[in-house]
């Protein structure tokens, strides 16, 4: 199961695949964003701010801040304590349902997993529902 709930610590223990690639993602952001930084610098000092540096300049403003999003707004923990947990944020992108845990302290938590059918959905919900967690 994706999510079980440890009765111990009071906490949701959550097995999905951004456990294991967390650290790239965030690598990855870093080094886009520098070089993106870079590129708009190289294309400033030889033309100035016009050709193609405000599409550059652009792209690394979008690239700070995706980067800091995902470092101040994000959360990527494999367990969450309950007391932790304001509500789980359901929504459609796609036709595909997702699902996000909105944390008392205004952080996301990301369920990244794909749902083979409607009963894997309902019984991912109804762990959080046994547990006194809203759905919204």
Known sequence: ????????????????????????????????????????????????????TPFFFFLAIIAIGILIVSVYKKTYSKEIKLQDIAYLKEHTLLGRKRFSIRLKSNKNRDIHTTFKNYEEIENFKKVFQENGITIK
């Open 1 to 52: 199961m994706l999510v079980k709930y440890n009765s111990e610590n009071n906490s949701f223990i959550i097995n999905d695949e951004i456990n294991n690639f967390k650290k790239i993602y965030l690598l990855l952001r870093i080094i886009n964003t520098i070089a993106l930084s870079l590129m708009t610098f190289n294309h400033y000092k030889k033309d100035g701010f016009n050709g193609i």
